[in-house]
């Protein structure tokens, strides 16, 4: 009876946590490596700002990272692209534990070997969306 409740206790904890942390899609092209997250949660802030939460399981590991999408977006057309691309700005957002993971999981990724990783609260960037609508962008 104790092997089989641990064993439904593991099996519960697998598909939770796939649930909660779901697979990343790692793609790699042309030296880059492209991480496909499945969004966890994403609110609109009272500031006009989107934040976007992501959270999963990147090779074994458990990352994450949140996204405050800033309210300005620029359309800017591309030479021999038909969609525009949007320019914006961002703030990546340190979640502790799941975002250090992050930083070295994509540093392996890159063949880079990193120590005492150490990630801020906060950076600010300048973001693209490539080849999207105005329609289905969220800062709409």
């Known amino acids: ?3 089989v409740l641990g064993i439904l206790i ?3 904890s697998i ?3 796939a649930k909660d942390y779901p697979e990343v899609v790692v793609g790699e092209e042309e030296g880059f490596v492209d991480l496909t997250f499945t969004i966890s949660n994403s609110k609109k802030l009272e500031s006009g700002s989107y934040e976007v939460v992501v959270k999963g399981n990147l090779k074994g590991n458990i990352v994450g990272f949140a996204i405050e999408l ?16 949007y320019w914006g700005e961002a703030f990546f957002k340190n979640r502790g534990a799941e975002s250090v ?3 070295r999981s994509l540093t392996s990724l890159y063949g880079a070997t990193v120590s005492g990783v150490s990630v801020s609260n906060e ?3 300048q973001v693209v969306g490539l080849a999207n609508s105005l329609s289905s962008h969220p800062a709409k």
């Not at 800033?70 to 691309?85: H, N, R, T, Y």
């Open 15 to 17: 598909f939770s946590s």
């Open 1 to 3: 009876m104790k092997y």
């Open 10 to 12: 593991m099996i519960w």
């Open 70 to 85: 800033l309210p300005s977006w620029k359309q800017q057309a591309v030479e021999g692209i038909d969609d525009p691309f």
């Open 123 to 125: 950076v600010y960037a």
């Open 101 to 103: 993971a992050f930083i």
